[in-house]
């Protein structure tokens, strides 16, 4: 298929007013409530799972959808979906958290210096008996990896993403958003990505962002806790950036390791079609299905090009 670099597509049944804060605010936000490309997969989910563009298809089963709202403008105390999250009560383990980042919530108001230190908790909306334990589990655990010594509470949702308000930062603490990363990688490579992704944020009308790790196949699994939940042996970032009619997508996918070196960010790139061959997730199912199929589909020059990261 032809490939227009980047894309440009008349998407208002889907992207009306996407940017724009004050209908960000919205539960749910993005626009139209009306899915456009209805998908099965999504009817055991929360309404907001069927349209928003964040979503990749769900598991279903035993996977359930926790969507956390929050204050997202301290001055104005108006609330959003902060971010959503799907939960494996099998697995006692997130698949994948996904989330919107655009200018009213990529603002910088609450300093995480306040916190005095950071405050970890359970998450409210899933049993705390299937969850890690918050201040000892992960730092007792001895890793299969020879370079580390215990692993760190590694945030999916970065904490520094969230800064619009304290009650959107605090969620970022909750455990169903922290995965089991040694040092040499949750404080590297990830938080190169981290960054690259806030860089990218502050460029587009609208970020729509699903991150996660590998749970499902016990060959990408790589190691357990000492309370035997899961330290995947993948991680991954799916990205899809809207400007004005402009859409783009792309992927991050990258082996959990603990060099003490990393190469390039371009290295670890990929588009989603590979990144969903990878991880058996469908990303931006919510996409009609011929706009979804061409912007999974970049090949890796073109993609490195529109990301910049040649």
Not at 43 to 61: R, V, W
Request: proline content about 5%; some cysteine; charged content about 20%.
């Amino acid at each position: 298929m032809k490939h227009l670099a980047p894309l440009f597509f008349a998407l208002a049944l889907i992207l009306v007013a996407c940017g724009d804060d004050e209908n960000e605010y919205k539960i749910g936000g993005g626009g139209t409530t009306t899915p456009v490309n209805p998908d099965p997969r999504q009817d055991n989910g929360p309404e907001i799972a069927k349209y928003s563009l964040e979503f990749p298809a769900l598991k279903g089963g035993k996977s359930e959808v926790i969507v956390h709202e929050a204050i997202i403008n301290s001055t104005t105390q108006k609330k959003a979906v902060n971010y959503s999250l799907e939960w494996d009560h099998d697995k006692k383990a997130t698949r994948w958290v996904c989330y919107k980042m655009y200018n009213a919530i990529n603002a910088s108001v609450w300093n995480r210096k306040n916190w005095g230190s950071d405050p970890w908790a359970y998450d409210p909306l899933v049993p705390s008996n299937e969850q890690q334990a918050t201040y000892s589990e992960l730092s007792k655990t001895k890793p299969v990896l020879a370079n580390s010594d215990y692993y760190q509470r590694g945030h999916i949702l970065a904490s520094a993403d969230r800064l619009s308000s304290k009650e959107a930062n605090e969620q970022t603490f909750y455990m169903t958003n922290i995965y089991p990363m040694v040092p040499n990688f949750n404080e590297a490579i990830w938080a190169n990505m981290e960054s690259r992704v806030r860089s990218w944020a502050g460029q587009a009308d609208t970020l729509f962002v699903c991150k996660g790790g590998t749970i499902d196949k016990d060959s990408d699994i790589l190691d357990r806790t000492i309370g035997n939940h899961i330290v995947p042996k993948y991680f991954y970032m799916a990205l899809l950036s809207k400007s004005g009619s402009k859409l783009k997508a792309m992927a991050f996918f990258i082996q959990h390791q603990d060099n003490t070196s990393w190469s390039a960010l371009k290295n670890y790139a990929v588009n989603i079609a590979e990144l969903q061959n990878k991880t058996g997730v469908d990303f931006f199912c919510n996409l009609p299905d011929d706009i979804e199929n061409e912007i999974e589909n970049v090949n890796k020059t073109q993609l490195l090009k529109d990301w910049n990261l040649n």
